[in-house]
């Protein structure tokens, strides 16, 4: 069946920078999977994956835009240590998780003090040109109970 709204699609996937470089591999493990429709990817793959079929294998450069966004500059904050999600100690560069009230989220450390942080909250990726190498695995129907939750249940999604 081809990718259209509501469907659960698996894939493998590559993804490298503007630069060549692999940030990214599922190949050696598993594979990643998404409810097609509902914004679970980035835009720019997700409109790549649309009327694929499994075993399709393509290859994609999407623009910062409609991947995680463009940069920006006022994005800096001051945070308590205490919201700080990720164990073991917290240096300037680190990806780190931390608590908001929209759930936890990817921050960049831009300088660690004893009890405050500031972080860059832009998305470590913002701002990246990002090539993805695709292969699709599997095509199925969602079943109700995904539709209704939004997201996929079972190998690659959600358990619960
Ligand atoms: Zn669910």
């Given at each position: 069946m081809k990718?259209?709204?509501?469907?659960?699609?698996?894939?493998h996937?590559r993804l490298?920078?503007?630069?060549?470089?692999a940030?990214?591999?599922?190949?050696?493990?598993?594979?990643?999977?998404?409810?097609?429709?509902?914004?679970?990817?980035?835009?720019g793959?997700e409109?790549?994956?649309?009327g694929?079929?499994?075993?399709?294998?393509?290859?994609?450069?999407i623009?910062?835009?409609?991947a995680?966004?463009?940069?920006?500059?006022?994005a800096?904050?001051r945070?308590?240590?205490?919201?700080v999600?990720?164990?073991?100690r917290?240096?300037?560069g680190?990806?780190?998780?931390v608590?908001?009230?929209?759930?936890?989220?990817?921050?960049?450390?831009?300088?660690?003090?004893?009890?405050?942080?500031?972080?860059d909250?832009?998305?470590?990726?913002?701002?990246?040109t990002?090539?993805?190498?695709?292969?699709?695995?599997?095509?199925r129907?969602?079943?109700?109970?995904?539709?209704?939750h939004?997201?996929?249940?079972?190998?690659?999604?959600?358990?619960?």
């Open positions: 990718i259209a709204g509501n469907c659960v699609v698996t894939f996937y490298s920078d503007a630069d060549g470089k940030l990214e591999d599922s190949f050696d493990g598993d594979p990643m999977a998404y409810l097609h429709g509902h914004g679970g990817i980035i835009p793959l409109r790549e994956m649309k694929r079929e499994a075993g399709a294998t393509f290859n994609a450069t623009p910062p835009a409609m995680y966004g463009e940069r920006r500059e006022d800096v904050q945070i308590q240590k205490k919201a999600m990720t164990k073991g917290v240096k300037p680190m990806v780190i998780s608590s908001t009230d929209h759930g936890p989220r990817q921050v960049v450390v831009v300088k660690a003090g004893k009890f405050v942080l500031d972080v909250t832009n998305h470590p990726l913002a701002g990246q990002l090539t993805f190498d695709v292969e699709v695995v599997e095509v129907e969602a079943t109700p109970e995904e539709r209704a939004r997201h996929v249940h079972g190998p690659g999604g959600h358990h619960h």
